[in-house]
């Protein structure tokens, strides 16, 4: 069975600086995609990143970027520049590409905190 | 584009009454939807999968009886808690994907439920 491991429970950072958050997964597949999701306070789901399996580049969107790990099963998600408005929840989500009905898997979520 | 509501947004109910949550994609039609349920503080866990027209697929542990799903049409699904308890008290969501490549979900704002 696929799981999601997000190991970090808490983060904080500084305004204006650079943050990681880490996550892992577990898949004997080989198409898969893989997100990162951000849930405010409002508790909306919001798709910040995703990445294809079978793209060896790494995605990037604005000051979100990820470097993805296949061999390692490692998927991490790096904040540039970080914003107040960038304190979340953030959820690392895997997905069979097609089977399953393309449900969702989450790992356990990392609260991240920015401190101005 | 892609927006899918919930309604209501925060309902109370007595013990041992019935509840319908009801999800709809505004903009595009939903070839499957999948409802979540969440914890505070806690990840997201798949509670079933529902195809336009078919029966839903629960995952294993979520009672059916208790928890029926309805996707009547590709714009509509429904959630209704039956018989409902202060455990079932939960934030849930619903999401929504148009069933086509790279079957993306569009998650909605959720539902609160308060069960006294």
């Known amino acids: 069975a696929q799981t999601v491991t997000q190991s970090q429970p808490e983060m904080s950072v500084q305004e204006a600086e650079t943050v990681t958050l880490s996550c892992t997964y577990d898949t004997s597949e080989s198409d898969y995609y893989l997100f990162w999701y951000k849930q405010p306070p409002s508790r909306q789901m919001i798709l910040v990143i995703r990445?294809?399996?079978?793209?060896?580049q790494n995605a990037t969107e604005n000051r979100f970027s990820v470097n993805f790990q296949k061999a390692a099963k490692s998927f991490s998600l790096k904040i540039s520049d970080s914003q107040l408005g960038d304190a979340a929840m953030y959820f690392c989500?895997?997905?069979?590409?097609?089977?399953?009905?393309?449900?969702?898997?989450f790992g356990q979520g990392t609260e991240l905190s920015v401190k101005p | 584009g892609a927006v899918v509501s919930q309604h209501p947004s925060w309902v109370i109910c007595k013990s041992g009454t019935s509840v319908k949550i009801e999800c709809r994609s505004l903009d595009f039609q939903a070839t499957t939807m999948f409802w979540y349920r969440q914890f505070p503080k806690q990840s997201l866990m798949l509670m079933a999968t529902?195809?336009?027209?078919?029966?839903?697929?629960?995952e294993q542990g979520v009672e059916k009886d208790k928890f029926l799903i309805n996707h009547a049409s590709l714009t509509l699904s429904t959630l209704t808690v039956t018989s409902a308890h202060p455990e079932d008290s939960s934030f849930y969501i619903c999401?929504?994907?148009?069933?086509?490549?790279?079957?993306?979900?569009?998650f909605g704002p959720g539902t609160r439920l308060t069960v006294t």
């Open positions: 989500a895997y997905r069979i590409l097609y089977n399953q009905g393309g449900k969702l898997i």
């Open positions: 529902s195809n336009e027209g078919s029966k839903a697929t629960y």
């Open positions: 999401s929504a994907s148009p069933g086509q490549d790279p079957y993306e979900q569009y």
């Open positions: 990445q294809e399996a079978y793209k060896q």
